[in-house]
């Protein structure tokens, strides 16, 4: 593997070696960022092991792709991953372990934490609370006092990334302690999947203090929701009617899903869009060729000259014509060890009652596939800008190979 287009290997097997190795710039096109465009969040100070999670090679701001790989494509995202979402290999990244601000693609998180816990055919009532979202920002055009089934929010949430859905949802999900225990479950769940570097402070993605993520760590969450047959359903949804609300004397509406890596794509799977001012563009796509399953993922991209789904387009492309043993990493397996307690510091209150759907047995392996060979260590790390914790966290080595009609454009999704 090259970690600078060096063959060097002695640079992967020695993290020391490796940190003072100069990372390789990552392929950019030549256009120049749009004015006005908000400094980026002081992310948390970087943690040697963290950013070697899933393999030492990882462990760079720069470019790390196989040996003999060909170019991959000039991208204005700061940082972006290529893995293989049933074996877990990583193809080739871009500062995997960078922190990056997620937007709407926090979304996927949510859903990873609570949508095997809610009844899709269950009827609720939307709430003033759940309405309280950014002035401006992505709604689906739920009304307060309206009756929406769950699937209908979770239909908002991905196909329109309505911010009230995920406040909905985050409420319903939350049980008797709402919105916060949700979030803390959100923060508990990204510990579980290996996610360190993600910290939640909203569940949909609004911009919040000391809110992260990364690359490599939303490919860990895709990778849970990919799992899920009903996420994929979801995620695949091109058109869906939002339902009259009577009383109310409000009609319906379609909604159109805005990923449209669905519409373009041959073998698309889904996943998510996610922008605000803060964060800029943000990405998550699956897709499927040649019985290989990939997901793209990228933090920190402009709309020009290529959109956010386009670029994760440009990635999935470049992943597939890769060989199937090529391989600069790895993404580790949940429930890796760990000490108790979340991202947040904060206890996290029971979520609502799980529903009863087994996940496919497919689903199983997929989301535990076999692990590169290697010793595992753990570490206490100070992780977030917020509480300081100990987590343990696990090391691996890796192997060598529409909104309705007349509504305005959101300015945050």
């Known amino acids: 593997m090259q970690a600078a287009g060096n063959p060097a290997a002695q640079t992967a097997r020695n993290p020391a070696a490796q940190a003072a190795a100069p990372a390789v710039p990552c392929p950019r096109p030549d256009v120049k960022p749009p004015p006005g465009r908000p400094p980026r969040p002081t992310p948390p100070k970087d943690d040697p092991v963290l950013r070697a999670v899933g393999g030492d090679a990882l462990a760079t701001d720069g470019l790390v792709v196989p040996p003999g790989a060909k170019r991959p494509p000039a991208l204005t995202a700061t940082s972006w991953l290529v893995a293989d979402l049933d074996t877990g290999e990583v193809l080739g990244s871009c500062g995997p372990h960078v922190y990056g601000t997620p937007a709407s693609v926090q979304k996927l998180l949510l859903a990873a934490t609570v949508m095997d816990r809610l009844d899709p055919k269950k009827t609720i009532t939307v709430t003033e609370g759940d309405l309280a979202i950014e002035p401006g920002s992505s709604a689906v055009g739920l009304l307060k006092g309206g009756r929406y089934t769950i ?16 406040n909905a949802l985050a ?12 979030v803390a479950a959100m923060n508990a769940e990204a510990k579980r999947l290996g996610a360190y570097q993600t910290h939640a402070v909203t569940p949909s993605g609004l ?25 994929r359903k979801y995620a695949l949804t091109r058109t869906a009617q939002i339902p009259a609300q009577k009383q109310l004397k409000k009609g319906g509406f379609q909604i159109q899903n805005e990923n449209k890596l669905i519409f373009n794509y041959p073998g698309a799977l889904g996943g998510k869009t ?11 796509g699956g897709a499927e060729r040649g ?11 402009e709309a020009r000259p290529l959109r956010g789904w386009q670029q994760g387009a440009a990635l999935l492309d470049w992943g597939f014509s890769l060989p199937r043993d090529a391989s600069v990493g ?5 429930d890796g060890p760990e000490t108790k307690g979340t991202a947040t510091g904060a206890s996290v209150a029971p ?18 596939s076999g692990l590169p ?5 753990a570490i206490a790390v100070i992780l977030a800008a917020t509480p300081l914790l100990l987590l343990l966290t696990q090391r691996r080595r890796h192997r060598v190979r529409r909104r309705p009609a007349g509504r305005a454009r959101p300015t945050s999704r």
Not at 207 to 229: E, M, N, V, W
Request: aromatic share 6%.
């Open 291 to 301: 019985g290989r399953r990939l997901v793209a993922t990228l933090l920190g991209a």
């Open 351 to 368: 979520l609502a009652e799980k529903r009863p759907a087994p996940a496919p047995a497919a689903a199983r392996a997929a989301s535990s």
């Open 207 to 231: 911009d919040g203090p000391g809110q992260f993520t990364s690359a490599y760590d939303l490919a860990l969450i895709a990778r849970k929701c990919f799992a899920d047959a009903e996420f």
């Open 171 to 182: 409420r319903l999900g939350g049980g008797a302690g709402g919105v916060p225990a949700t």
């Open 274 to 284: 996610g922008f605000t001012q803060l964060a800029r563009h943000s990405y998550v």
């Open 151 to 166: 699937a209908t929010l979770w239909l908002g949430l991905l196909l329109n990334s309505g911010n009230e859905a995920a």
């Open 373 to 377: 060979l290697g010793a595992a260590a």
């Open 330 to 334: 790895k993404l580790v397996a949940p």
